[in-house]
Nanobody, 127 residues
Framework: QVQLVESGGGLVQAGGSLRLPCVAS????????MGWFRQAPGKEREFVATISWSGDITYYADSVKGRFTISRDNTKNTSYLQMNSLKPEDTAVYYC????????????????????WGRGTQVTVSS
């Protein structure tokens, strides 16, 4: 089992920034990918970003490309989502997830590819 805990959410004005850490614990494996998804009220959960174990592979949703940056510190089993130039449409609950065996990253944006999930952290962007 892998446990994930997100933090760093809150209320921010449009144009502001937030950084969301996600700490993994339990039976982590060295090749797991860490991803971020979000879900706004009344909408389906959507992919935001993912990063490989080594950090050399990253993917972003088009809606956040150029504004969000995903990174990780394997010494701390932590992934970070740096969110800049936030917009009201970024308002959502943000979830961290782990894909134990990402393979060729073909399904990186599919939530079903991720086996473990955190409980989420609320991000609210005011206009």
């Amino acid at each position: 089992q892998v446990q994930l805990v997100e933090s760093g959410g809150g209320l921010v004005q449009a144009g502001g920034s937030l950084r969301l850490p996600c700490v993994a614990s339990g039976r982590t494996r060295s090749t797991y990918a860490m991803g971020w998804f979000r879900q706004a009220p009344g909408k389906e959960r959507e992919f935001v970003a993912t990063i490989s174990w080594s950090g050399d592979i990253t993917y972003y949703a088009d809606s956040v490309k150029g504004r969000f940056t995903i990174s990780r510190d394997n010494t701390k089993n932590t992934s970070y989502l740096q969110m800049n130039s936030l917009k009201p449409e970024d308002t959502a609950v943000y979830y961290c997830a782990v894909d134990i065996d990402p393979g060729l990253y073909i399904h990186y944006s599919d939530s079903h590819a991720y086996e473990y999930w955190g409980r989420g952290t609320q991000v609210t962007v005011s206009s």
